[in-house]
């Protein structure tokens, strides 16, 4: 039997203690050191993809540029929302981003075009797994919102897209004031059929 390259048990602590932690429960004003954020997308970057397609894309905020974010992704929503504005929705738009230490806008670039594209889009999900993991490493919280503005097609070109690239949404970052409460999940012998013969 070979023996495990790492601690197994916290790997499996790791993976099953993180949660979503959301803008509310952040530190106020408490800003994380660029170099740390560098290491979480240098893990996200590290994803499986077909063909080594590599298709995710990252804008990163943070500073002055989170409010150049909430004042983009609020104006987008006045005048893309239809009957459907909702001034609630408008108001957290503009006030979210600054309440954030930082904002990673994440994107999937159409690099590999024989691939199906849903292929891509789950390598971008892998990548985003791999960030959050790491921000809980680093005893951050984080959450992916793929809200808002997320699937409006004009909102492509602020981020850099092209026609057939993907805006998958946002992951808010900040240290956690107010930790998450446990999580559940059902058995996983519930989800799993088993072949054996």
């Not at 970057?45 to 063909?51: Q, R």
């Amino acid at each position: 039997m070979t023996s495990p390259l790492f601690d197994t048990e916290q790997i499996n602590q790791l993976i099953r203690t993180r949660r979503s932690t959301f803008i509310p429960q952040f530190v106020p004003g408490r800003v994380i050191p660029d170099s740390t954020i560098w290491q979480l997308l240098e893990n996200a970057n590290w994803a499986p993809s077909h063909k080594q397609s590599e298709p995710w894309h990252f804008t990163v905020f943070t500073g002055a540029g989170l409010v150049r974010l909430a004042e983009f992704q609020a104006d987008l929503y006045e005048q893309t929302a239809g009957p459907a504005f909702k001034a609630a929705k408008h108001a957290n738009l503009r006030a979210n981003p600054p309440r954030c230490s930082h904002v990673i806008a994440i994107a999937m670039k159409r690099t590999e075009r024989r691939l199906p594209e849903v292929e891509e889009i789950e390598a971008v999900a892998c990548a985003v797994q791999n960030l959050h993991l790491s921000a809980h490493a680093y005893g951050l919280g984080g959450y992916w919102s793929s809200g808002g503005i997320t699937y409006t097609d004009e909102a492509k070109a602020f981020f850099g897209l092209e026609a057939d690239d993907r805006l998958l949404g946002f992951f808010q970052l900040g240290y956690i004031e107010v930790p998450s409460a446990p999580g559940k999940r059902g058995p996983v012998a519930d989800k799993t059929r088993w072949v054996s013969e």
